[in-house]
């Protein structure tokens, strides 16, 4: 049987080095669990960063996959096909929006969100040409694409990528007073997302995206909702904006819809905005695709059947109450909602990966995030006894002296 090592030192060997991740092999997945390929049995709480809200494997989306498989898996745009439509009808009813437009990658979805702003900026709102503006916050991640690192705070995801797209002004996350300053005549949208989730977990003040929302309608201004991370049902609302009343002007998604086992992106818009586009304007040869769509239409119909929102919420509220209760003297905070959570580990006790070595030691699989927080994610379809399993666990690795 082949050691973790090898299959380590053979990814390393093969592969570009742009990601760290901790060194465990998986070889297989079921729900909320995963195996490593000495049969080792680990609880993944980070979900594939949300990505996982349905579990591993689910069946109705492995059963979904494999019919459409067997059928019809790309024709491209060039033609229709018969799975697109009854997708796009779904997520459309599902988010109360009249228009969808499929990608593949979050990403993808967050540019097509920004080239949608523009064109409705030229178009409907009458910017000058080349000078449309778009507000972003500090600390924020939308994805690896040149224009987005090109207006990330964060100098790694920056520094030798340059030169970047002009047109994004910078203002701090949750701050409704610095976004009313930021907005002038050329302004057309702000992209935010609800919570920050790479970010690490940033929660903004209650009501800042309806008071946004607010901002921006009476300033000819549309707001950009990335629910790539915390939509469909991860924070205990089917969207994270849902806690304010509001999903944006263009709603962005990714990630789950796709159910883990496919990429599955878009986003969501009404009449005057979607209707900027016109064929050729814009496209992606998989977006779409019918087994895409299959893939896409049973993950939404599980986080909707399943009621998995609510039970973000229940598990979430409870779990984050318990990790409060722990006291530990390495805790700077726990923050989030339903199950996104942060837990910020105090400067003095040093990064969060540690933890979080310690944790997979233990069978539990979170990950770092912005240094400092640990993310508990789990698959939303955890049950509270197996939560109340992995707590002693995260009781020990806090406890001091098991780490730092
Ligand atoms: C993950 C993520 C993205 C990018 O999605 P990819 O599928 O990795 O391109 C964009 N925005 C947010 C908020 C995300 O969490």
Redesign the pocket.
Known sequence: MRSTESFVREAERWSAHNYAPLPVVIERGDGCWVWDVDGRRYLDMLSA???LNQGHRHPAIVGALKDQADRLTLTSRAFHNDRMGAFLKALAEATGFTRALPM???????ETAIKAARKWGYEVKGVAEDRAEIIVCEN??????TT?VGFSSESQYRDGFGPFAPGFRMIPHGEIDALEAAINENTVAFLV?PI???GGIVVPPDGFLSQAHDLCRANQVLLLN?????GLGRTGRLFCGDWDGTRGDIL?V??ALGGGVY?V?GILANDEIMDVFHPGDHGSTFGGNPLGAAVGLASLNVILDEELADRALDLGSWLMDRLRELDSPHVQEVRGRGLMIGVEIKAESGTARPFCEALKERGILCNDTHHHTIRIAPPLVIQRETLEEALPIFEEVLRPGAVA
């Open positions: 960063y949300s990505a593949n990658t979050g990403a993808e979805a967050v924020n991640f939308h994805g690896r694409t987005i997302e920050q989730g790479e990335d629910e790539i991370q915390t962005i990714g990630k990429p992106s």
